[in-house]
């Protein structure tokens, strides 16, 4: 079709008016996905996670301009560009769904993984399971001995080491907003 992406502009201003009021048009509840947008962080997730959310999604070339103006937020999941806007949709909603209380079992856990304030902001330690010997390899003693003091400052050690590592643009020295607990 020709005039696609006027008609989906036209599309999206006609289905947003019908789902919610206009004034709401311009707060976070509705966003566009677009790699140029300044980004988003965990923070951002938790503050969607409270709130009924409409992601619209571009294919190709984008999203009109004119629909882009009445939407006014967007959101980015990275340095990088997707035919479509489904699957960075689809990772956003991934992202919020699990900090909407009741979605994960154990709320605690979302304290300790990657990004969270329990590994300060970087890459949460690695994961050992059974058996503690695996073809020669094994899990580190401090983890079988049961000084659980003792394994909170391992994973904090191998966290920060970690981070530092693969991505040392994510260490700090204060917590920053974002963090899940």
């Excluded at 070339?61 to 560009?81: C, H, K, N, P, W």
């Excluded at 209380?101 to 709320?107: A, L, R």
């Excluded at 003091?149 to 991505?167: F, M």
Aim: hydrophobic share 40%.
């Amino acid at each position: 079709m020709r005039n696609s992406n006027f008609v989906a502009c036209f599309l999206i201003a006609a289905a947003g008016a019908s789902l919610i009021p206009a004034a709401a048009w311009a707060c976070p509840a509705c966003m566009v996905g677009d790699p140029k947008s300044a980004g988003t962080y965990l923070g951002m997730t938790l503050v969607m996670s409270a709130l009924p959310i409409l992601l619209v999604c571009g294919r190709y070339q984008g999203v009109d301009q004119r629909a882009r103006d009445e939407i006014g937020e967007e959101l980015s999941v990275g340095d990088y560009v997707l035919s479509g806007g489904e699957v960075a949709a689809m990772a956003v909603i991934e992202a919020t769904a699990r900090l909407v209380p009741g979605v994960v079992g154990s709320p605690e856990s979302l304290g300790e993984e990657t990004f969270s304030d329990g590994a300060e902001g970087g890459f949460e330690a690695p994961l050992y399971t059974r058996p503690a010997d695996f073809e020669g390899r094994s899990v580190p003693a401090v983890l079988r001995e049961g000084n659980h003091a003792a394994i909170a400052a391992w994973r904090r050690n191998e966290s920060t080491q970690r981070t530092g590592l693969r991505r040392p643009d994510l260490i700090r020295s204060a917590p920053r907003p974002g963090g899940t607990t």
